[in-house]
C-alpha cells in the first residue's frame, strides 16, 4: 500500500463531520435521503464511510450474508460485537448502528438494555436497532431513557422470519396496514430516533413517513421513506443463493472473485505465477558463499 493512498484516505476521513442522530432529524426536515448500508468488517467500512456514507448498520444479516446460515436467527451478541469493533475501527464519521440479535432483548427489559449497553461500550456504536413494534415499546423507552439511541424496525422482520411464515412482503392488507401505523407511531412515542420499514407498500411507507416526526429508512419500501438501506452483499453481487426483489446489484464481485480465484489456481498450476517481479534476488557472491558453507 502506497502511502499516497494512506494520505488521501486520511485527509478524506478527517474532513467529513461525524453524522449524528441530529443530523439524520435535520435530513428529514430538509427533504434530503440519508443513506445507510450494512458493513461487517474494516475494509468495507471504511471504504463506505470515504465515499460519504450517512450511516453504517452493523446487520444481524451478518449470519446469513457472512456466516452462512439460512435466516438471521444463530448470530450471538459476542458475534454481533467482535464485527461491530471492526467497524468501529473502519469508519469514523457514519453514525454506526448495531443490530440486537435475535433472543438478546426479547426475554427482559433489564436484559434488552444491558445488551444495548454493550454495543455502545464494547462495540464502538454510536446506536443500536431492535426488530417490533407494540410488544417492543418498553424495551425501546428503557434503552432510550439510558441515553443510547434506538433505531426501530418495522414490516418484514426477519427474526420473526417463522412467524410470519417466511421472507414475505407485509403490511398490504388495510388492517395489516393500520398496525403498522400505529406501531411506527408507539416506537416514536416510545422515543426511537428512526425506524427501517422493510418490504411493505411504496405508498403504507410514504403515508407513514410523512405521519411521523422521526426518519424512516425503507428497504423494499419505495421512494417516499426519509432514507434508503441495502444488504451490502446484496448490493456488491457478493451473496449468491438469492436476491431479493427490491435489490439492484451495483457491482457482481461474486463472479470478479470467482474469476480471479480460477485465474490464480491456473496461474500457480502452469508456473506463471510467481514472476521474476514477485521473487527476492540474492546476489551471485553471497549465493557463491552459502554454497560453500553447506557443501
Ligand atoms: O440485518 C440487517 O441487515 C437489517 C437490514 C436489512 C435493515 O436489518
Known amino acids: ?72 436467527l444463530p448470530v450471538t451478541m459476542e458475534e454481533m460485537l467482535h464485527h461491530a469493533r471492526a467497524v468501529a475501527r473502519g469508519a469514523k464519521s457514519a453514525l454506526l448502528v448495531g443490530d440486537m440479535p435475535f433472543m438478546s432483548y426479547q426475554v427482559s427489559v433489564e436484559e434488552a438494555l444491558r445488551n444495548a449497553g454493550r454495543f455502545l461500550q464494547q ?21 432510550a431513557n439510558a441515553g443510547i439511541p434506538v433505531m426501530g424496525h418495522l414490516g418484514l422482520t426477519p427474526q420473526s422470519v417463522h412467524q410470519l411464515g417466511g421472507f414475505r412482503a407485509q403490511g398490504k392488507t388495510a388492517s395489516a396496514a393500520k398496525r403498522l401505523l400505529e406501531d411506527a407511531q408507539i416506537l416514536e412515542e416510545a422515543g426511537a430516533f428512526s425506524l427501517v420499514l422493510e418490504a411493505v407498500p411504496a405508498k403504507l411507507a410514504e403515508y407513514i413517513s410523512k405521519h411521523i416526526s422521526i426518519p424512516t429508512i425503507g428497504i423494499g419500501a419505495g421512494t417516499g421513506c426519509d432514507g434508503q438501506v441495502l444488504v451490502t452483499h446484496d448490493l456488491l453481487g457478493l451473496f449468491d443463493r438469492f436476491t431479493p426483489k427490491f435489490v439492484r446489484k451495483y457491482a457482481n464481485l461474486h463472479e470478479t472473485m470467482n474469476h480471479a480465484f480460477t485465474e490464480y489456481i491456473n496461474e500457480v498450476g502452469a508456473k506463471h505465477f510467481p514472476a521474476v517481479e514477485h521473487t527476492i ?15
Do not use: C, H
Not at 499516497?4 to 453524522?19: A, F, G, M, P, Y
Not at 450494512?38 to 465515499?51: S, V
Not at 446506536?127 to 434503552?143: H, N, P, S, Y
Not at 534476488?281 to 557443501?295: G, L, T, Y
Open 1 to 72: 500500500m502506497s502511502t499516497t493512498t494512506i494520505s488521501t484516505n486520511t485527509s478524506q476521513r478527517d474532513s467529513r463531520k461525524k453524522v449524528t442522530t441530529l443530523t439524520f432529524r435535520q435530513k428529514k426536515e430538509r427533504g434530503e435521503p440519508i443513506t445507510m448500508l450494512t458493513a461487517y468488517d474494516y475494509p468495507t467500512a471504511m471504504a463506505m464511510d470515504n465515499a460519504g456514507i450517512d450511516s453504517i448498520l452493523v446487520g444481524d444479516s451478518l449470519a446469513m450474508v457472512v456466516l452462512g446460515y439460512e435466516n438471521t
Open 281 to 295: 534476488e540474492m546476489s551471485e557472491e553471497e549465493w557463491e558463499a552459502f554454497q560453500k558453507e553447506v557443501k
Open 123 to 143: 462495540g464502538g456504536m454510536d446506536a443500536i436497532k431492535l426488530e417490533g413494534g407494540r410488544e417492543r415499546a418498553d424495551a425501546v423507552r428503557a434503552i
